[in-house]
Structures are given as structure tokens and as C-alpha cells.
């Protein structure tokens, strides 16, 4: 059973460019939700897509953009590069669940994306 | 939103030493994770426990719901145990983080 993907590893953009980064979830889920962890703090949550939409957002800015596709894989998308956009960047999945009471349902994490910006 | 304090913020034992770390947060929650972060930035995950106690192995975790804290046991700790444990709740959708605890397990 393949846990959470994501591609690329490591990347390294300069400031101005836009990056998009992916994440395919464990099987059977069908929630995907993005963390950014800057060196020596916890992950923050940047937004959460289920059923193709956003549903959640944290405090972001609209640089950060996203999207998922019908196989539940998802995209992170940054535009504008500023440095303070270097990260660590974290996709987790979850089941939802038809009640949505999945919300509450354990995530797992995915080996993360490392963007460091020049 | 809620608030996520876990202590102490940095650990350093000898191999065979126990541990315990601790998880306070400011509201009710639905769900409460640990995880191990490695060196290369991957969130392993612990325990999944909003409440009650549960055991895998030297590790075992504890939440106090009604209390608002949850704790985490690490017993005859090995180099492999060091690292960063993150503790995670969710109030409403999505999870809210620590700042972690960084465990140094010494030979």
C-alpha cells in the first residue's frame, strides 16, 4: 500500500518565479491538505481540497493556490516568490468520509517538498 | 484558533532513559496526533488519540480530553528515538501544530 507521494523533492526557484508542487494521497483517501514548515517551527496549514474544492484555509495569501483532480491528487501552486516562501512543504491525506465527520480522521503525511528560494 | 503548547521545548537524554513530553492545548478538540519528524523532514506518525491511552511498543501516549493535555511516554529511549515530536489537534477540520519538543538520545 503506497502512502502519500510527492514530487519534487527539492527545488530551487528565484524570487518572482511561480513553483507547483505535487501530491498524489494514500490509497482509499480522498482529502488532501498542504502544510508549510519554516526551519524551527511547526507546520502551518495552507488549505485543504476535497471533492475538487477547497474547503479549508489558513492564513495565506492568494499567491498560494491549489487544485485537485478527479483521482484526488493535488497541486500547490506559488506564484510571485518571495524568500520567505523557503519551506518545507507537507501534504497529508485523510478520509474524508460521506458523513464528513472524516475530518476528524487521522492524516498522514507525505516525505514533503523543500523549496528554496534565491 | 486554538493554541498548541508543548514542553519542554528541547530534551537530552542517555540511551536507556526514560521521557515524557508534554501537550497542553486552549480548547476542546475532536483529534489529537503525535508525530516523529526524522532529520530529513518526514512526519511519522505516533498515535492517533483525542482521548484514552494507548501503547505501541517503548512508546505510549495519554489524553485528558476534559483536562486539555495529552502526554507522551518514551521508555528505554535509543539514538533512533531522537528527533522532533510534534503534538497536532483539530478543533474543527484541520490540524493545528506545536512547536515541537527535540529529542537528543545520546549514546
Known amino acids: 500500500d503506497a502512502g502519500v507521494t510527492q514530487s519534487p523533492t527539492h527545488l530551487i526557484k528565484t524570487r518572482g518565479q511561480q513553483v507547483t508542487l505535487r501530491c498524489s494521497p494514500k490509497s482509499g483517501h480522498d482529502t488532501v491538505s498542504w502544510y508549510q514548515q519554516a526551519l524551527g517551527q511547526g507546520p502551518q496549514f495552507i488549505f485543504q481540497?476535497?471533492?475538487?474544492?477547497?474547503?479549508q484555509r489558513g492564513n495565506f495569501p492568494d499567491r498560494f493556490s491549489g487544485h485537485q483532480f478527479p483521482n484526488y491528487s493535488s497541486e500547490l501552486n506559488v506564484n510571485a516568490l518571495l524568500l520567505g516562501d523557503s519551506a518545507l512543504y507537507l501534504c497529508?491525506?485523510?478520509?474524508?468520509?460521506?458523513?464528513?465527520?472524516?475530518?476528524?480522521?487521522?492524516?498522514?503525511f507525505g516525505p514533503g517538498t523543500r523549496l528554496t528560494v534565491l | 484558533g486554538i493554541q498548541v503548547e508543548q514542553s519542554p521545548p528541547d530534551l537530552i537524554l542517555q540511551e536507556g532513559a526514560n521521557s515524557t513530553l508534554r501537550c497542553n492545548f486552549s480548547d476542546s478538540v475532536n483529534n489529537l496526533q503525535w508525530f516523529h519528524q526524522n532529520p530529513w523532514g518526514q512526519l511519522i506518525n505516533l498515535f492517533y488519540?483525542?482521548?484514552g491511552t494507548k501503547q505501541n511498543g517503548r512508546l505510549s501516549a495519554t489524553t485528558v480530553a476534559t483536562e486539555r493535555y495529552s502526554l507522551l511516554y518514551i521508555s528505554s529511549s535509543q539514538t533512533t528515538d531522537s528527533g522532533v515530536y510534534f503534538c497536532?489537534?483539530?478543533?474543527?477540520?484541520?490540524?493545528?501544530f506545536g512547536k515541537g519538543t527535540m529529542l537528543l538520545v545520546s549514546p
Open positions: 497536532a489537534v483539530v478543533g474543527y477540520s484541520t490540524l493545528t
Open positions: 481540497y476535497y471533492e475538487e474544492e477547497e474547503r
Open positions: 497529508a491525506s485523510s478520509s474524508l468520509g460521506l458523513a464528513g465527520g472524516g475530518a476528524y480522521n487521522e492524516q498522514f
Open positions: 488519540i483525542p482521548s
